[in-house]
């Protein structure tokens, strides 16, 4: 189990994930290190399963819980000059919930699976809610001007698309004397318009 954090920018404290690493060559790892890493994500929910060592952070520190798809060391140069100010990159599926017009906004909460929040089979366990909650950005750029200067808004409730861009904040509400992340916010690089999913239904039968 990997502490990452994850940078926003100069006026935002960095997103800290619990991250799963299945360490399947028996690699080894200095305490503290700088990685490129690929993961699957979710928002951190009370009693996901993260191993919390004596002294660690508190489970509601989190922002995130994910699986480590893959992970790239980082060289340092000799003289200590690297800066990981680099915001964390993420790409989104799913249904769009709601927009805002006046703002160029849209929220999605995308499902994903990562192993922190897998059902149980313990009797009376905790169902997790396994999502990614977003709002979605769209800058006033010169990319997307022609989009913004159109009457209807580019995105549409219920329209199901694959976003990609980079997360440069956080929603949060106060429990006690902590802040809970609720939902991240994307600044859009790129949106794809999808056709929803079709399930056809088997014309054999059960058992055969």
């Not at 000059?81 to 989104?92: A, L, R």
């Not at 703002?103 to 699976?113: E, G, K, M």
């Not at 219920?158 to 904040?169: A, F, L, M, W």
Request: hydrophobic share 40%; glycine share 6%.
């Amino acid at each position: 189990m990997f502490d990452a954090q994850m940078y926003l920018g100069p006026d935002s404290a960095p997103l800290l994930a619990a991250l799963h690493f299945f360490n399947s060559k028996s690699r080894t790892f200095d305490e503290m290190g700088f990685y490129f890493v690929i993961t699957r994500i979710a928002k951190m929910e009370h009693g996901a399963q993260i191993a919390l060592s004596d002294g660690a952070a508190d489970e509601m520190d989190y922002d995130l819980v994910g699986d480590i798809v893959k992970l790239i060391p980082v060289p340092i140069p000799v003289d200590g000059s690297f800066q990981p100010t680099f915001t964390p990159y993420v790409e989104i599926c799913g249904t769009v919930d709601s927009v805002d017009n006046l703002t160029c906004t849209f929220c999605i909460n995308a499902h994903q699976y990562v192993v922190s929040l897998k059902p149980s089979d313990q009797p009376q366990s905790q169902n997790f809610q396994s999502l990614v909650p977003v709002e979605c950005v769209i800058p006033s750029t010169p990319r997307w001007k022609k989009s913004l200067s159109r009457k209807k808004f580019i995105v549409q409730p219920r329209r199901y698309v694959s976003v990609s861009g980079s997360i440069t904040g956080r929603m949060t509400k106060k429990v006690g004397d902590k802040q809970l992340t609720e939902c991240f916010r994307v600044e859009v690089d790129n949106i794809m318009f999808l056709r929803y999913p079709i399930v056809t239904s088997s014309s054999t039968s059960p058992g055969m």
